[in-house]
């Protein structure tokens, strides 16, 4: 019998101390080896190339382009690509996201390392693997209606200090339309005034600053 090739490993991350405590992770485990590591989303993608992993840790905020867009750009040439999402942040808007984009895991990086391993092996046997504590923040929205694109906009608009009139000026529409979109993102977000809503969308990764 032929020993079973260990699991191939790429990790990207734009923090050097949480790269080197992932790769310790990695390396204490005898089925497992980490075969590179990158520190933005464009290097992942070379290096993606290069390498060719068996799994992909990838951190969500990366500061060139989001893991999202990264693993998007990755899928459109490698089909076959299975990446565990990693993030501070525990918003459902953007787990939704890079659930959508195709991630097969998603991973709190304040949760034990033995959970990163286990899901390494899951999603390595091919399955798809959101834990409890993040399946929970999905479930808590699921139903309620998406901003459109627009109301996006007006909401980070709003979220870097512009007024009413501001926005109108920025996006070239009127200020009672304005008016209007912020109407539909409170009453969407659950909000009591625009600050509410800022914190919400913030909070659940719908915008960032």
Same mark, same amino acid.
Do not use: K, Q, R, T
């Given at each position: 019998m032929t020993p079973t090739s260990p699991i191939r490993v790429f990790c990207v991350d734009d923090h050097p101390l949480m790269r080197e405590g992932i790769g310790a992770v990695i390396r204490n485990e005898p089925d497992m080896l980490l075969v590179g590591e990158a520190q933005c989303g464009r290097d992942a993608i070379a290096e993606y190339r290069k390498h060719r992993p068996d799994i992909t !840790? @990838?951190?969500l905020r990366l500061p060139d382009i989001s893991g999202i867009d990264a693993l998007i750009a990755i899928r459109t040439e490698f089909k076959d690509v299975r990446v565990i999402m990693l993030t501070t942040f525990d918003g459902d808007?953007? +787990?939704q996201r890079a659930l959508e984009a195709g991630a097969k895991g998603f991973m709190l990086k304040? @949760?034990?390392r033995k959970q990163l391993v286990e899901m390494i092996r899951k999603v390595h046997a091919g399955k798809r693997h959101v834990p409890p504590e993040v399946a929970a923040q999905l479930a808590e929205? !699921?139903?309620h209606e998406a901003l459109s694109k627009r109301e996006l906009e007006v909401l980070q608009k709003i979220a870097g200090g512009n007024r009413n009139s501001d926005i109108a000026a920025l996006l070239f529409i009127t200020e009672e339309t304005v008016k209007g979109h912020v109407k539909h993102i409170m009453e969407k977000l659950d909000a009591r005034d625009r600050t509410e809503a800022v914190? +919400?969308?913030l909070r659940r990764g719908i915008i960032q600053l």
């Open positions: !840790l @990838m951190d808007a953007e +787990i304040s @949760m034990p929205h !699921l139903g914190a +919400i969308g």
